[in-house]
């Protein structure tokens, strides 16, 4: 199941989740640029790497600091056009409406609340991993937590396969998300080398921290009056 669209922006342009795609889209090809073995450096530099950060105590040197830094810097670094094009579909998908919803302001915050504690889960789980974790993935599972609590109805413009022909069908949020989250623990079992409890943790910290985020509670449904007999 591809996601092509959600809810749209009503009031205001999502000009942060364009930007953010601008921005990776950008150093991306910076990455290109650079060339694979300087590329590589860059990943190494820039990603987060749980062995270390596991090690950190935060505000007691430089280098610490440093390495509290890659857990934003990560965000912005991808490992292939699949990863990255990956990464900006579905931040779009869902982004649109989340920024509509919270603000320019509150979102991009939102956006980094839950890549760092994204990043912070699987260093905390994977403490002894020495390869770095790079992308966006983690901040955008946050999103989709974050879509499951506002927008759990809202219907999600999905291309699916349907064994001889592609057809666009909407499919209501919480059961495209559901699908995503089951996904997530069928890879987390079959390993390899994505970072999946980041994505677990990001989309749990996009749960329960949305509420803090936003500008106003979701509207109430008015109780039906009951007929008196």
């Known amino acids: 199941m591809i996601p092509l669209r959600g809810i749209p922006f009503r009031r205001q342009w999502p000009v942060v989740t364009l ?6 889209f950008i150093i991306f090809l910076y990455q290109l640029y650079l060339g694979p073995e300087a590329a590589l450096d860059l990943m190494w530099k820039g990603g987060a790497i749980p062995a270390q950060l596991s090690q950190v105590k935060l505000f007691s040197s430089k280098q610490s600091l440093f390495l509290a830094a890659t857990m934003f810097s990560s965000l912005f670094i991808h490992g292939s056009w699949v990863h990255l094009l990956g990464n900006l579909l579905i ?9 509509d919803d919270l ?34 993935s983690g901040a955008i599972a946050g999103l989709l937590g ?3 609590v506002r927008f759990p109805q809202a219907p999600v413009q999905t291309l699916v396969y349907l064994g001889v022909k592609f057809k666009v069908i909407e499919i209501p ?3 495209w998300l559901g699908a995503w989250l ?26 329960l921290a949305i509420t803090l985020f936003t500008q106003e509670p979701l509207p109430v449904r008015p109780k039906k ?3 008196k007999k």
């Open 19 to 24: 930007g953010l795609i601008a921005v990776n």
């Open 91 to 99: 931040l779009w998908v869902f982004g649109e409406a989340l920024e």
């Open 103 to 136: 603000g320019h302001w509150r979102f991009l915050g939102f956006y980094l609340f839950c890549g760092f504690f994204a990043g912070l889960v699987h260093a905390l789980v994977a403490s002894r991993l020495t390869i770095p974790i790079i992308g966006a």
């Open 146 to 148: 974050a879509y499951l």
């Open 173 to 175: 949020a919480f059961v």
């Open 182 to 207: 089951i996904l997530q623990f069928y890879g987390l079992r079959q390993g390899g080398a994505v970072a999946w409890f980041a994505h677990l943790g990001g989309f749990l910290t996009g749960l």
């Open 225 to 227: 009056r009951r007929r």
